[in-house]
Each structure stands twice: as C-alpha cells, then as structure tokens.
C-alpha cells in the first residue's frame, strides 16, 4: 500500500507542478527606433500649355452649333458708370464679347472679329437664328438691340448656350449665363 501513496503521491505532485506558472521570461529586447528618412522631394512637373483663344481668333462656323466645343473663358458682370455690363473674357484674360446696357435703354451686343469687312453678326439660338447688321468699330463688331427684343431673351434661355458667328470670320459659343439676363434686366 506505500507503493501506491507514493505513486500517487509522486503522481500528485507532477499533477500540481502543472499548475505553477513558468518562470518568467525576460523581457523582450527594445525594438531599434528606426532613424527618419527624409521624405523625397516632391517632383515638379508642369502642366501641359493651355492653348488659349486670343481675341483676334474666332472657332470655326459650325453647322451643328449646339454641338461646338464651347469658347473657353467666363462671364463678368459689372457697373460702368450707369451702363451694366457684362463681359465674356478668354482665359488669358481678353474680353472677346460684351453685353452693356445703354442710357437710351438699348442693348449693345459686341464680339472680337477678325473680318474687318465685316458688317452682319448671326446670332444663333436654340428658338431662333438672326443676323444682324452690324459695325465695326474700334476692333470690335457692335449691333444694338431694343431692350425689349426677343431675341435677347432667346439668347439668355437657350440650352445653356447661344453662338456669336461673323461671316468670313468665325464664331464664338458662349455659355447663357445670368450676367446676360442681368444686364437685359437693368435694361427693362
């Protein structure tokens, strides 16, 4: 019967060294901290030449207008004295159309040209196709139009875009922006 305390005794205690935590471990080692490396510097490119209209150079006349790659550029609009005007300039900065309205309560529509025989302006809308007879003057194509003439108000709802077309010359395709319809308005 010893023979089985002991066995059990021996079994009891390898039982219950199971139970006693392991010793302890060292710590692990620090990771190294890694020296900063500067960041690359960042590589400069330039951006591609924007190829600009200059106000001497009007699109090509396009049958299907509507269509036609927009004249790049935006609208401005702005008090002149007691004229409101609104003017269309290229990116480069080069007014290329202007609506002002006049003290005699006349709307007077200018663009560039590069036809200095010129003597009509079309204006093309999505309602309505109109040609003009027009003057130049000082660089500029200029016609008048009665503050109250329809044709203003096509040119400021017409799917978002009306075209400029001097025979001979070319045309521009401008975006129907409210500083048109403001300047039309100061006009009534």
Known sequence: MKFSRVSLSAL?????????????EAPPAPM?????????????TQAPPVVQQTPSVLAPVQSNWIDAPQTA????????GNESV???SSPAGS????????????VVLAMTHGNAAASSMTVRTETVDRTLAAAPREG????RLAARDPLLDAMAFSR?????????????????YPEITRVVEDCR
Do not use: K, M, N, Q
């Not at 500029?140 to 016609?143: I, P």
């Open 32 to 44: 190294p901290t890694p020296t900063p490396t500067p960041a690359p510097a960042p590589v400069v």
């Open 12 to 24: 009891g205690v390898v039982l219950l060294s199971g139970c006693i935590p392991p010793a302890s």
């Open 140 to 143: 500029w194509l200029e016609t």
């Open 160 to 176: 978002g875009r009306f075209a400029l077309e001097v025979p001979g010359a070319g045309a521009l395709y401008l975006p129907a």
């Open 86 to 88: 609104a003017e269309f």
């Open 95 to 106: 007014v290329i159309a202007r609506f002002a309205c006049t003290a005699g309560r006349e």
């Open 73 to 80: 550029g935006d609208w401005r609009w702005r008090r002149a």
